[in-house]
């Protein structure tokens, strides 16, 4: 992936950006707004997935685009802020796309367990415990109580978490293990105030 143009964004701005980061289907829920927002270095070992699968073509993704950053003199691993950056689509036209760091929640459990969940960025996460990477991540803590996040953190972590190289049939195949019925309502929505993140980037990156 040749990355045409890029563009950091300081610290302040992220998070800054985040305090406006609103739930998808309860828009006037602003989630983070009075949450403590911090950059941390945290090893992966402590970091709970709530997935049970990762996709085999995001990773490569991934990693595709942690080396088209490094050659622009960017670490993806340790942004400081967050980045802007510009691709040529297949078809020719630019297409731009904002990357922050993982975004990591502070959940307190039933069991009494303080489980620290990949909110955002698993496939990146992984990509750092792979590369034996310790990754700047976006800890937030003091989310309001109503509103945790729409799963639950694996009871055993990175075990057996599988590699696949599709997207499993949700019938078939358990993805996540939901807090409540219309989990949904419960999802941060990080498009509406960052560009081209709330989904599969195609071929052009993630």
């Not at 009871?155 to 057996?160: A, H, I, L, Q, T």
Request: charged letters at 25%.
């Amino acid at each position: 992936m040749e990355i045409i143009k890029v563009k950091h964004h300081s610290e302040d701005e992220l998070i800054g950006r985040l305090r406006q980061v609103p739930l998808k289907e309860q828009p006037e829920v602003l989630v983070y707004r009075h949450a403590l927002i911090t950059l941390e270095l945290i090893h992966t070992n402590y970091l709970h997935p709530p997935q049970n699968y990762l996709w085999l073509q995001e990773l490569r993704k991934v990693q595709e685009l942690r080396w088209s950053l490094r050659d622009n003199g960017l670490d993806m691993f340790r942004l400081d802020g967050f980045v802007t950056y510009t691709v040529r689509a297949p078809e020719g036209k630019l297409v731009s796309y904002d990357l922050y760091p993982p975004v990591i929640e502070e959940s307190f459990e039933a069991d009494g367990t303080v489980a620290l969940i990949i909110n955002d960025g698993m496939h990146r996460v992984y990509l750092a415990r792979q590369e034996w990477v310790v990754p700047q991540v976006i800890y937030v803590r003091g989310v309001p109580k109503a509103f945790p996040y729409y799963a639950f953190p694996r009871p055993r972590g990175w075990e057996g978490l599988d590699l696949l190289a599709e997207n499993p049939d949700r019938n078939r195949y358990l993805k996540k293990c939901h807090r409540i019925r219309y989990n949904k309502t419960l999802y941060r929505d990080f498009q509406a105030v960052f560009k081209n993140v709330g989904g599969s980037r195609s071929e052009l990156s993630r």
